[in-house]
C-alpha cells in the first residue's frame, strides 16, 4: 500500500458541500477509465461525496468532452485504448486540475514530460477515503 | 611441472646397469677363451721349440757313438783317433773328444781332438763320476751344465757296452748362452730358455733366446730328452701369439657394451621422460577438461534457474497489474456498500463485509508483493541508523495481537537502499508473524561483522523443516499456510542487488532463525554493538503504541 493511514471519513462528508444553500454550479468531476467496474465505483463514491461526475471511457472522448468544457477537476486513467492518459495531457493546451491514476508503473520519460500537467498520482488499489480527499484538495487548489 | 627429477628413472637405469654388466661378462668370458687359445698356441710352440733344440742336441751328440765304436781300435792305434774324428769334426764345430781308459774312480786320457784335453790327462772329480754313471747303455749321459762367462759348457759320455770295458768317451761343448734364432718360427715369437736340469735353476741355463731372464709373464715348462737325461724348456710368448684383434675383441666388447648401456639407459629416459610428460598433459587436460564440464553445468543449472525466475517475474508482474483494476473496483464497491447501505444493512452482513474488505486487502498486499518482486531497481545507499530505520518499519507493520516483538540493534549505521532496507525489514518482521500465528514472541538484533551489519530476527513459531531451509528463498516456496511465497524471495533479491547474502541460522531453540548482511561501515566494529545493549525497543501486539519506544534507546 501506497498510502499512509488516514482519517476514517465521516458520514456528513458524504453530503455535498453547499447542498441546501444558494443554487451554485456543483464542482464537476470527469472520470476517464476504460474498465467499466473501475471507472463506474469511482464514478458513485464521487457522487456520494457530492461532486457531479462525467465519464469517459477512453482518451478521445475525453478530449471531447473536455474541449465541452463539462470538468474542472479531472480523475485520468493513464492505460487506455484511443489514446492514453499520457497522450491527453499532452495535447490538451489548458487541462484540468489532473489526478493520475495507474495500474503499472509509469514509465519515467513520459510522466516527466506531464509532471508539470499533474496535480497527484495515485497508485491502485487505493482506498476510496483518499480518493475523496485528493479530489476535495484539487479543487481547493492545495496540496 | 611438478614432480620433475633431474635424476633418470629407475628402469632406465636398470636396462642400463643390465647392458653394462652383460657386456662385462661377454668380455671377461672372451678374453678367457684368447688366453686359453693363447696358451694353448704358447704350449704348442714351446714343445714344438723343445722338439727341435733335442734334434740338435742329438746331432751334436751322435759323433759320440761314432767314437765310442772307433775306440777300441783307437786303444792299440791311439795315433790314428784323428783320422778316425775326421767324420766327427765334419759335424761338430769346436767338438772336444776324448778317449779314456778308466784307472780307479778317475779316467785317462789316450786319445783325444780339440785343445781343452790332452793325451795321458786324469779327468777325475764330478766329471768322472758322470762318465761312470754312463757305463749303461748305447745312448750317451750328459754332464752338469757349468756356465762360464757368457757361455756354458755341457758334455756327454758313453761307457761300456757301447766302448769295450773299462773305455769310455766323452764330449764337451762350449756355447753361448744366448743365440739368436735364424728366422725359425718358434723362436722367433717366444722367447725360450733351456735348463739342464729338471728345475728351471739359473745356474744350469743351457742356452736362451734372451737375455732377460727367468723369462717373464705367463710360461710353459716342457721336459727335453736328452741322451739319458731329461732337461727342462721353458717358453713365454714375446707378444700376442693369437693376434692383437683377437685379444682386443674383449676389450671392444666391453667399450662398446658400456657406451650402448649409456646410450640405452638416456634414450629410454628420455622416452620416460616424455611419456610421463604426456600423460601429466593428459591428466591436465582431462582436469580441465572436467572442470569445464561442471562449470558449464553449473552455468547451465544457473541459466535455467535464471531463466525460471525471469519467467516467474514476468508472470507476476503481469498477474500484479492485472488484478490492481479489478482490486480497486471491489475496494470501491466495499466501499459504496458501507457507505450508501449503511444503516439498512441487516446485522448479520456485518461480519461478511468485513471479511471481504480483509481479503480484498490481502489481495492488495499480494499484487504489491508481485510487483515489488519484478521491479527492477538500483539501490541508491545512504547511510541511516538501524534504530529509526526499525522504529518506522514497526509504526507501518506493528504486531498483531498476541505478538510480542523485542528488538537489540545498537545504533549501527546501515550504508544501503534505505526504502529497500525498510522492504526487507518489513518483510523478515511480517514473515515472523505470520509464522507464529496466534501469539508468541520475535527478537530482532544486529551486530557489526567485518564492516557489514548482520541482522537476526527470530520467532518461536514451528520453525523451518531443515529441507526447506534452502529453497525457503524462492519465489512461491513458502512453509506457512498462509502467505504469498514472494516475501523472502523479495529479501534475497535485495540483499543480493547490496552484495550480501541470507541464510536460515540452525540453532537450538524452539523457532526460525533468519540472518542477512547488510552493508554497513568498517569503524563501527567493537563492543559498543554486542546484543547485550539496551533494548531499542519493545511492541506489544494489540496496543496504539509500543511499551517503550525511543525511551529505551540511548541518545
Redesign the interface.
Known amino acids: 500500500m501506497t498510502e499512509t493511514a488516514g482519517t476514517t471519513p465521516t458520514p456528513e462528508r458524504i453530503t455535498a458541500p453547499g447542498a441546501g444553500a444558494t443554487p451554485a454550479p456543483l464542482p464537476a468531476v470527469l472520470v476517464v477509465e476504460d474498465e467499466e467496474g473501475v471507472r463506474t465505483t469511482i464514478a458513485a463514491i464521487l457522487r456520494s461525496a457530492g461532486f457531479v461526475v462525467h465519464e469517459a471511457p477512453d482518451g478521445e472522448i475525453a478530449m471531447t468532452m473536455l474541449d465541452a468544457g463539462v470538468s474542472d477537476v479531472m480523475v485520468l486513467d493513464v492505460r487506455m485504448p484511443n489514446r492514453d492518459g499520457i497522450s491527453v495531457l499532452e495535447n490538451l493546451p489548458s487541462p484540468p486540475v489532473t489526478i493520475l491514476m495507474s495500474a503499472q508503473s509509469i514509465e519515467p520519460d513520459a510522466y516527466g514530460r506531464v509532471r508539470s500537467k499533474v496535480f497527484a498520482h495515485l497508485r491502485k488499489p487505493f482506498r476510496p477515503e483518499r480518493l475523496i480527499e485528493t479530489v476535495e484538495a484539487a479543487f481547493g487548489g492545495e496540496e | 611441472m611438478k614432480g620433475h627429477s633431474r635424476w633418470p628413472s629407475w628402469p632406465a637405469v636398470a636396462v642400463g646397469v643390465l647392458i653394462a654388466l652383460l657386456s662385462v661378462v661377454g668380455c671377461v668370458l672372451i678374453l678367457r677363451v684368447a688366453n686359453e687359445q693363447e696358451h694353448d698356441l704358447l704350449v704348442g710352440q714351446t714343445r714344438q721349440a723343445a722338439q727341435v733344440m733335442a734334434e740338435r742336441l742329438a746331432s751334436l751328440y751322435a759323433p759320440v757313438n761314432a767314437a765310442a765304436s772307433e775306440a777300441e781300435l783307437v786303444a792299440h792305434f791311439p795315433k790314428e783317433f784323428h783320422y778316425f774324428s775326421f767324420r766327427i769334426t765334419s759335424t761338430v764345430q769346436h767338438p772336444s773328444m776324448v778317449l779314456l781308459r778308466r784307472a780307479g774312480n778317475s779316467y785317462v786320457v789316450y786319445g783325444a781332438l780339440g785343445s781343452v784335453f790332452h793325451i795321458g790327462q786324469t779327468i777325475s772329480g764330478p766329471i768322472a763320476a758322470t762318465i761312470s754313471s754312463a757305463d749303461k747303455g748305447q745312448t750317451p749321459t750328459p754332464t752338469a751344465v757349468v756356465r762360464v762367462g757368457n757361455g756354458s759348457t755341457f758334455g756327454f759320455a758313453l761307457g761300456p757296452p757301447a766302448t769295450p770295458a773299462g773305455i769310455a768317451v766323452y764330449e764337451q761343448l762350449s756355447i753361448p748362452v744366448v743365440f739368436r734364432p735364424e728366422g725359425n718360427l718358434p723362436f722367433t715369437s717366444i722367447n725360450f730358455a733351456l735348463y739342464g736340469s729338471r728345475t728351471p735353476e739359473p745356474a744350469h741355463l743351457v742356452l736362451a733366446n734372451t737375455s732377460a731372464l727367468p723369462l717373464q709373464g705367463p710360461t710353459v715348462e716342457t721336459p727335453v730328452q736328452v741322451g739319458t737325461t731329461t732337461w727342462l724348456a721353458v717358453g713365454s710368448a714375446k707378444g700376442p701369439l693369437t693376434g692383437s684383434l683377437d685379444r682386443a675383441t674383449g676389450w671392444i666388447i666391453l667399450v662398446a657394451g658400456l657406451l650402448m648401456a649409456v646410450m640405452v639407459a638416456v634414450t629410454l629416459d628420455v622416452v620416460m621422460r616424455r611419456r610421463r610428460y604426456a600423460e601429466v598433459q593428459v591428466a591436465m587436460r582431462t582436469a580441465e577438461l572436467a572442470q569445464s564440464m561442471s562449470d558449464l553445468k553449473e552455468a547451465q543449472a544457473t541459466l535455467v534457474q535464471r531463466e525460471r525466475l525471469a519467467a516467474i517475474g514476468q508472470m507476476a508482474s503481469v498477474v500484479g497489474?492485472?488484478l490492481?483494476?479489478?482490486?480497486?473496483?471491489v475496494?470501491?464497491?466495499l466501499?459504496?456498500i458501507r457507505?450508501?447501505g449503511?444503516s439498512a444493512m441487516s446485522p448479520a452482513v456485518e461480519p461478511h463485509l468485513e471479511m471481504a474488505e480483509r481479503e480484498?486487502g490481502r489481495a492488495?498486499?499480494l499484487?504489491?508483493d508481485l510487483?515489488d518482486f519484478v521491479?527492477p531497481r538500483t539501490p541508491v545507499p545512504e547511510p541511516f541508523g538501524l534504530d529509526q530505520l526499525l522504529e518506522e518499519v514497526m509504526q507501518a507493520a506493528p504486531p498483531p495481537a498476541g505478538i510480542t516483538v523485542r528488538a537489540h540493534v545498537g545504533r549501527l549505521i546501515v550504508v544501503a537502499d534505505r526504502v529497500q532496507i525498510g522492504e526487507l525489514v518489513t518483510n523478515l518482521i511480517t514473515n515472523a508473524y505470520q509464522a507464529i500465528g496466534s501469539s508468541g514472541r520475535v527478537w530482532v538484533w544486529a551486530e557489526p561483522v567485518d564492516g557489514q551489519v548482520k541482522v537476526s530476527v527470530q520467532d518461536d513459531g514451528p520453525g523451518i523443516p531443515p529441507e526447506s531451509a534452502v529453497n525457503i528463498f524462492e519465489p512461491f516456496v513458502t512453509t506457512k499456510a498462509r502467505g504469498t511465497g514472494l516475501g523472502l524471495a523479495i529479501v534475497r533479491r535485495i540483499v543480493e542487488e547490496h552484495g550480501g547474502w541470507v541464510a536460515v541460522e540452525p540453532h537450538d531453540e524452539p523457532g526460525a532463525r533468519i540472518v542477512a548482511t547488510l552493508p554497513g561501515v568498517p569503524e563501527q566494529n567493537g563492543p559498543a554493538h554486542r546484543r547485550s545493549d539496551e533494548p531499542t525497543g519493545i511492541w506489544v501486539g494489540g496496543d496504539e503504541e509500543h511499551a517503550m519506544g525511543n525511551v529505551a534507546t540511548p541518545s
Open positions: 497489474h492485472e490492481r483494476n479489478p482490486l480497486t473496483a475496494t470501491n464497491a466501499y459504496l457507505a450508501t449503511g480484498v492488495a498486499t499484487a504489491q510487483t521491479r
